[in-house]
Nanobody
Framework: QVQLVESGGGLVQAGGSLRLSCAASGRTFSIYNMAWFRQAPGKEREFVTAIKLSGGNTYYADSVKGRFTISGDNAKNTVYLQMNSLKPEDTAVYYC???????????????????WGQGTQVTVSS
């Protein structure tokens, strides 16, 4: 089993930046992809970005492309989400996720990931 813990959320003004971290523990050798999803109140969980740990291939939702960057540090078993030029519509709980193999379709869906963190709140004020 894989355990994931997010950190780094908080309150930031529009145009500002935050860096989220996701630390993985347990059977980390089994992880193939890691991803970030977000969920605003009353809305469905939304894909943000993903990274394949072998090779570092990345994929972004159109809504964050050019503003957010996902990266990984295998030595630290940690994935990061650098968020720049934040907008009020980025406000959500951000969740880290991991799976054990390739997804069949892009963009990924929550069902493609079997391990989840507890979430960290990101609030962007105007």
């Amino acid at each position: 089993q894989v355990q994931l813990v997010e950190s780094g959320g908080g309150l930031v003004q529009a145009g500002g930046s935050l860096r989220l971290s996701c630390a993985a523990s347990g059977r980390t050798f089994s992880i193939y992809n890691m991803a970030w999803f977000r969920q605003a109140p009353g809305k469905e969980r939304e894909f943000v970005t993903a990274i394949k740990l072998s090779g570092g291939n990345t994929y972004y939702a159109d809504s964050v492309k050019g503003r957010f960057t996902i990266s990984g540090d295998n030595a630290k078993n940690t994935v990061y989400l650098q968020m720049n030029s934040l907008k009020p519509e980025d406000t959500a709980v951000y969740y880290c996720a991991a799976n054990r193999g390739p997804v069949r379709q892009l963009p990924p869906t929550p069902a493609d990931f079997g391990s989840w963190g507890q979430g960290t709140q990101v609030t962007v004020s105007s």
